[in-house]
C-alpha cells in the first residue's frame, strides 16, 4: 500500500462561498441602509441590532468557508483500489473513467511556464477527475507550477498518483502488458473510459 498526501483546491466548496459571498453583501447592505437612513422608529432599532451580528456571522461563515476550500488528500493506493480521505474508497473495476487534460500538463506535452511567463497569460488550473460506476465523481483541482491552494510538489504528488493509479488500471484491465510510460492508458485528449477496450 502506498500513500500520496497534496492539497488541492477543493471545487465543492464554490456554491458555498458564493452563498455566504453574496450573504454578506446583502447584509452590508442592509445594516448601512437602516444605519444611515434612521427612520423615527424604534423598529429600525431593533433590526440594525438584529442585522449587526448576523452581518458578523455571515463574515465570519465566508472567511471559513474559503479557508476550508484548499484541502488536504491522503490518497492510498493498494491492489484492488484506492481510497481517498476527501471522497472515500473505490475498486479499480468501478473506474468508469478518467479524465486528465493531458493537453495543459507540461510532463505530458503541454506548455511550459516559460512559455506562460513569457506570454503573460494565467497558468491553467488543471481539473483531475475519476468517474465511478455509481456515478460518484472525485474531483481534483490544481496548478501544475503552484499556486495559492497547492505548490509544485503537491503537483508532483497528484502526478505520481495518477501514474501509480494509470498503471495499477493497465495491469488490472491488461495483465500481459506492462505499462511503458506515463499516464499509457490516456487517450490524446487525456480521457479513458472503460468501453476503450481496457
Request: net charge negative; hydrophobic share 40%.
Amino acid at each position: 500500500m502506498k500513500s500520496y498526501q497534496f492539497r488541492f483546491n477543493n471545487r465543492s466548496k464554490t456554491s458555498a462561498i458564493l452563498v455566504w459571498f453574496f450573504t454578506v453583501l446583502l447584509a452590508i447592505t442592509l445594516t448601512t441602509t437602516l444605519f444611515l437612513v434612521r427612520p423615527a422608529h424604534d423598529l429600525s432599532s431593533w433590526l440594525l441590532l438584529i442585522l449587526f451580528p448576523f452581518l458578523l456571522i455571515a463574515i465570519y461563515k465566508l472567511f471559513k468557508t474559503a479557508s476550508e476550500r484548499q484541502s488536504t488528500e491522503i490518497v492510498t493506493l493498494n491492489k484492488d483500489g484506492f481510497t481517498s480521505a476527501c471522497f472515500g474508497s473505490v475498486l479499480f473495476s468501478n473506474i468508469s473513467a478518467i479524465n486528465i487534460p493531458a493537453r495543459e500538463i507540461s510532463l505530458l506535452g503541454g506548455e511550459n511556464y516559460d512559455y506562460y511567463k513569457k506570454n503573460d497569460v494565467d497558468t491553467p488550473n488543471i481539473v483531475i477527475s475519476i468517474t465511478t460506476d455509481r456515478g460518484d465523481i472525485f474531483c481534483w483541482s490544481l496548478n501544475e507550477w503552484g499556486g495559492f491552494y497547492n505548490s509544485k510538489e503537491d503537483f508532483s504528488v497528484c502526478f505520481d498518483f495518477l501514474t501509480a493509479l494509470t498503471d495499477q488500471l493497465v495491469q488490472c484491465c491488461q495483465s500481459d502488458e506492462s505499462p511503458k510510460s506515463y499516464l499509457k492508458i490516456l487517450d490524446e485528449n487525456g480521457i479513458w473510459k472503460r468501453s476503450n477496450g481496457y
